[in-house]
C-alpha cells in the first residue's frame, strides 16, 4: 500500500514469471489480530493497540526466491485509520549478484521513490555499505492516488488482492496519510531483505483537516510545515514514534550493531506544549500511555516524554 516498498515490484518484475501461493497456515484474510504479527519466529511485529483485520496476504515464489507479504488496516467505521504492510524475501544463494544489485538499484536509483533525499520525505537516515542497507524515512502522501495511480508503472498491477478488498467492503481512505518505511538488507543476515511500513490518517493524532491535498501542496510537505505550527507538531510526534519503531525493527530482525541507525536525536514528543490546551495535553499523554502500553516506549521513555509534556 505504501508507495516506497512497492518497490520489491521492481526487484520481481527482472524475473519473468511469479508463482503466487495464496495458502499460508498462519493467517487467513479478514482474520482479526490484536497483540503481534508473528512472521516466523525470529520476526514479530509488535501492533499498536486495538484490532487488526488482515486484508492482503501473499506467498510468492521464484526458482528458490520466497516472499511474504502482509498488510493490515485498523479500521472506524469503514475508513481505514491505520496501517502496516509487512514484507519478507528470502534470497539465500538464489542468483545473488544480481539480486543484491537489483535491491540497491531499487531502493537507490529508483527515480520514482527510495532511500534518498526527496522533497517530500520529511528524514531519510539510511545506512549503506556493499550488499548492505539500513533505511528509514517518514513522508506524507495522498494514499488513493499512491494505491490506485501510482507514478511509477510498474506499481499499477501491484496489490491486487488489498485492492479488491477495499472495493469489495466499500472501504475509505484517508485523503492524506504519514507514513514510515523500514528497511533492511545484509548477507549477514541469511540473505533476508526485511521491510515494514506504517500509515496513519493524522486526524487520529489529533491534527486537523488538510485543505490541500496535492503532496507538493501539503501542510506536511517540508517546505510548508514551517507554516502550519499543529501540522508540524503532528509531523514531529509522528517522526519520534517512527524512529522508535525503527529501534524496535531493527531489534526483532537482530541488525548487526554497526548497521543500527542513530535516531537518538529524535527523541519522542519533544515539542512545544506552551500554546496546548488543558484537554490537548490530556489526549498527548494518553497517546504516551498507548504506546507504553503497546511495547513502542519504554517506562523511562514513557517518564521523559510525559515530564516535558507536564513541565
Known amino acids: 500500500m505504501k508507495k516506497t516498498f512497492k518497490i520489491y515490484i521492481f526487484f ?22 490484536k497483540n503481534n504479527l508473528i512472521i516466523n519466529k525470529n520476526f514479530q511485529i509488535l501492533l499498536p493497540p486495538g484490532e487488526w483485520i488482515l486484508a492482503e496476504k501473499e506467498r510468492e515464489y521464484f526458482y528458490g526466491l520466497t516472499s511474504k507479504i502482509f498488510t493490515l488496516v485498523k479500521l472506524e ?36 521513490d527510495g532511500c534518498y533525499e526527496r522533497p517530500e520525505y520529511s528524514i531519510v537516515r539510511f545506512y549503506l555499505k556493499g550488499n548492505t542497507h539500513n533505511c528509514f524515512l517518514v513522508y506524507h502522501s495522498d494514499m488513493y492516488k499512491d494505491l490506485f495511480t501510482p507514478d511509477d508503472p510498474e506499481l499499477k498491477s501491484s496489490n491486487s488482492q488489498l485492492k479488491k478488498w477495499i ?21 549477514f543476515s541469511a540473505g533476508k531483505w526485511y521491510m515494514l511500513s506504517y500509515a496513519v490518517d493524522p486526524e487520529t493524532l489529533g491534527a486537523p483537516k488538510n485543505k490541500f491535498i496535492d503532496e507538493s501542496g501539503s501542510e506536511y510537505h517540508r517546505n510548508n510545515i514551517g507554516n ?69 516506549l519504554t517506562k523511562e521513555e514513557f517518564d521523559k516524554a510525559k515530564n516535558i509534556i507536564l513541565n
Do not use: C
Open 167 to 187: 472495493k469489495e467492503n466499500n472501504i475509505e481512505l484517508p485523503k492524506v496519510a504519514l507514513f514510515s518505511n523500514h528497511s533492511y538488507f545484509s548477507r
Open 77 to 112: 467505521g469503514k475508513k481505514i485509520i491505520e496501517s502496516i504492510e509487512v514484507l519478507e524475501i528470502k534470497t539465500a544463494g538464489i542468483y545473488e549478484g544480481l539480486v543484491n544489485q537489483a535491491i540497491y538499484e531499487a531502493l537507490f536509483k529508483n527515480k520514482y
Open 228 to 296: 502550519y505550527p499543529k501540522f508540524k507538531d503532528i509531523m514531529t510526534n509522528w517522526i519520534s514514534l517512527s524512529a522508535q519503531r525503527h529501534k524496535n525493527f531493527e531489534n526483532s530482525i537482530g541488525v548487526k550493531t554497526n548497521h543500527i541507525l542513530e535516531l537518538d536525536d529524535l527523541s519522542p514528543f519533544m515539542i512545544d506544549y506552551n500554546n496546548y490546551t488543558h484537554d490537548e495535553i490530556v489526549i498527548k499523554i494518553k497517546q504516551l500511555n498507548e504506546l507504553y502500553k503497546s511495547g513502542v
Open 12 to 33: 520481481l518484475a527482472i524475473m519473468f514469471f511469479i508463482q503466487s501461493d495464496a495458502h499460508t497456515k498462519e493467517y487467513k484474510i479478514n482474520d482479526i489480530l
